[in-house]
């Protein structure tokens, strides 16, 4: 069976009891290269290695097929920060500048 981007979001999102996850196919649908965005409460007080290796144990049988895989992890609290801070700075760059309007 081959790899998708859905099959390996799926289970990211069960077994780490995730509230948001975002798996991208980078291959051209071969199924060989992923990037995967993870926010998981599980993350909560580990390290950034921690989190990794939680995420690659969650697809270690897939791995075994997947040629690159990369990822971005967060906490929700990370999440919401991030998320209010490019919410500001799209505020700030929409601001009209300069006279006449």
């Given at each position: 069976?081959?790899?998708?981007?859905?099959?390996?979001?799926?289970?990211l999102k069960?077994?780490?009891?995730?509230?948001?996850?975002?798996?991208?196919?980078?291959?051209?649908?071969?199924?060989?290269?992923?990037?995967?965005f993870i926010?998981?409460?599980?993350?909560?007080?580990?390290?950034?290695?921690?989190?990794?290796?939680?995420?690659?144990?969650?697809?270690?049988?897939?791995?075994?097929?997947?040629?690159?895989?990369?990822?971005?992890?967060?906490?929700?609290?990370?999440?919401?920060?991030?998320?209010?801070?490019?919410?500001?700075?799209?505020?700030?760059?929409?601001?009209?500048?300069?006279?006449?309007?």
């Amino acid at each position: 069976m081959a790899i998708t981007a859905e099959i390996l979001a799926k289970k990211l999102k069960n077994e780490l009891e995730a509230e948001h996850v975002n798996v991208e196919d980078l291959s051209d649908g071969c199924g060989g290269k992923f990037s995967a965005f993870i926010v998981s409460n599980k993350f909560k007080g580990k390290g950034l290695l921690q989190q990794h290796r939680m995420v690659n144990s969650c697809i270690k049988e897939e791995m075994e097929s997947i040629h690159a895989f990369t990822m971005k992890t967060l906490t929700p609290e990370q999440f919401a920060k991030q998320t209010t801070k490019t919410n500001d700075t799209a505020a700030d760059d929409m601001k009209c500048v300069g006279g006449g309007h």
